[in-house]
């Protein structure tokens, strides 16, 4: 399925039947899950929203983040510290931004497309990219939150602690190769 960034998309395959898979190459640049995200804020039903999930379990998000590390960039040469980019070897730390809302909810902030975040509300913080599993294991971690808000202040989906346990017992759709 292709998705634009307005929601619409291309019917060509049916994302509600079982034997629809996606490849990780079609989730790459999360069109599709804003797209999802989109036909799901339009019409807030049980398929858009078991579709929505499907597609979140399998996908990368965008995660306001400070990134702390002590690794070292490493040469071919052996050489520590080199200005160009080379593997690290070290520990990388990774500390989400939460917010607390209105609602009296502290909030973990994702997103489906780089450009759905907006510089005004990272408030300084990274946008690291990984698996919504590695999403939830930072949740997981956190203290007094347990809820993630897709696309805040764009289209503010939220994801309590039921629809989190949903989407983990969603069978993957994802094609791997």
Known sequence: MKANVNGSADRSKNTAGKGFVVTPEMLKNGD????LV???I????????????????????????????DAENVDPNGNTDNSVMFPA??????????YKAKDG??????????ENARQENLKGASLVNMPYENCLEL???????????LDPHLYNVV???????????????????
């Open 139 to 149: 949740l997981d971690a956190a203290e007094n939150c347990t809820r993630l808000v």
């Open 42 to 69: 339009k019409n807030r039903n049980k398929e858009n929203m078991f579709s929505l999930l499907s597609c979140l379990r399998d996908s990368n998000l965008f995660v306001p983040a400070a990134v702390t590390t």
């Open 105 to 114: 909810f502290i909030y973990m902030p994702v997103y489906s497309r780089m």
């Open 159 to 177: 994801l309590d602690e039921d629809l989190i346990r949903i989407s983990k017992k969603l069978p993957s759709r994802l094609k791997r190769e």
């Open 32 to 35: 599709v899950l804003c797209g």
């Open 89 to 98: 070897k070290g520990t990388i730390t990774v500390t989400p931004q939460y």
């Open 38 to 40: 989109v036909r799901f």
